[in-house]
């Protein structure tokens, strides 16, 4: 079933655009045009081609935020509300304040794809009714290619999947996915089918967070993490820490940033025990700091990304 949501995957945009009609910077299609491209232009990026403009506006229009013709930008109620709390930020990458998540975690409740979409982190014979029932009841989201027909699969908790279109595919794994992750209810981690004894071990997944990491303490992380270490996954005591991030926010539902920081925290309390080995300088690309190597996360820790877990 299609999702149909806007293909404009970053909220922070779209909270931007709503101040700049509230201000009136953009006072219709037209000036809604010049503005971006200017802004990009300063941004030191190129400026938007026609497709990325529809697919903003669509999402203003979608989420009933802005109603923006050829003469006329106009606020809906909804949209005044936001512009009140939004954090301006000259288009530019940034989180969401703690007004604008609150805002729209509360008003994308009604906005069916964002609905729909959640629903899949939940038994099949499960409907979503909210975000306590995600942090209560979600399960991981699984994605990966048919080796033979190159089609994207989806494992839903349950174990059911199912074949997705590559519309469908981009509206998840880029729109719908970005906005879960800007407001703090979902996180992903990819793996590359290239890592040793990785087997076959899914590509992509999107899990629900459950554990806030500035809320758990470092004796109940390394317990976990000991627990996973002494189970019998993994070889020898080398272990690559994508790999063992896998295994740990999959199973107790972590945000990949509140791993990175406990493992720091477990590393500088018991160097002794644990050690982790550094990435050589001939991988890093510092403009790509997520993927480094064709891989995705390892940690910054003292000023060296991390490679892997040494347990002596």
């Not at 009136?24 to 491209?37: A, L, V």
């Not at 099949?124 to 033979?148: N, P, V």
């Not at 590393?267 to 510092?286: A, G, M, N, T, V």
């Amino acid at each position: 079933m299609a999702l149909e949501s806007p293909r404009a995957d970053n909220l922070h945009i779209i909270c931007d655009l709503v101040w700049l009609v509230s201000d009136g910077e953009i006072r219709d299609s037209q000036s809604f045009k010049e503005y971006t491209s200017a802004r990009q232009i300063i941004n030191g990026r190129k400026p938007w081609g026609r497709t990325r403009q529809y697919h903003y506006v669509s999402a203003l229009r979608d989420l009933e935020l802005v109603r923006l013709t050829r003469k006329n930008a106009e606020l809906t109620n909804k949209g005044y509300e936001l512009a009140k709390v939004v954090c301006f930020g000259y288009l530019q990458p940034r989180e969401l304040c703690r007004g604008e998540k609150e805002f729209l975690r509360a008003h994308l409740l009604s906005y069916k794809p964002f609905v729909r979409f959640l629903g899949r982190f939940l038994s099949t014979s499960k409907k979503f009714s909210g975000y306590k029932q995600l942090q209560k009841e979600g399960g991981i989201l699984i994605f990966e290619k048919d080796r033979q027909s190159r089609i994207e699969v989806m494992i839903v908790p349950d174990g059911q999947t199912e074949l997705l279109p590559p519309n469908i595919v981009y509206e998840i794994k880029w729109t719908l996915k970005n906005w879960c992750k800007d407001l703090s209810l979902i996180d992903e981690i990819f793996l590359e089918y290239t890592f040793n004894n990785i087997g076959y071990r899914h590509r992509r997944v999107f899990f629900p967070l459950k554990i806030d990491a500035s809320e758990m303490r470092l004796d109940d992380f390394k317990e976990r993490i000991d627990l996973l270490l002494n189970s019998g996954l993994y070889n020898g005591s080398h272990v690559r820490i994508p790999l063992l991030m896998y295994d740990f926010c999959t199973k107790y539902y972590i945000s990949v940033r509140g791993f990175h920081l406990m493992l720091g925290k477990l590393y500088q309390k018991f160097p002794r025990k644990y050690r982790l080995e550094k990435i050589s300088s001939l991988y890093i690309d510092e403009r790509y700091i997520h993927r480094i190597n064709g891989y995705t996360n390892y940690p910054k820790i003292d000023d060296s990304y991390r490679y892997s877990l040494v347990i002596k």
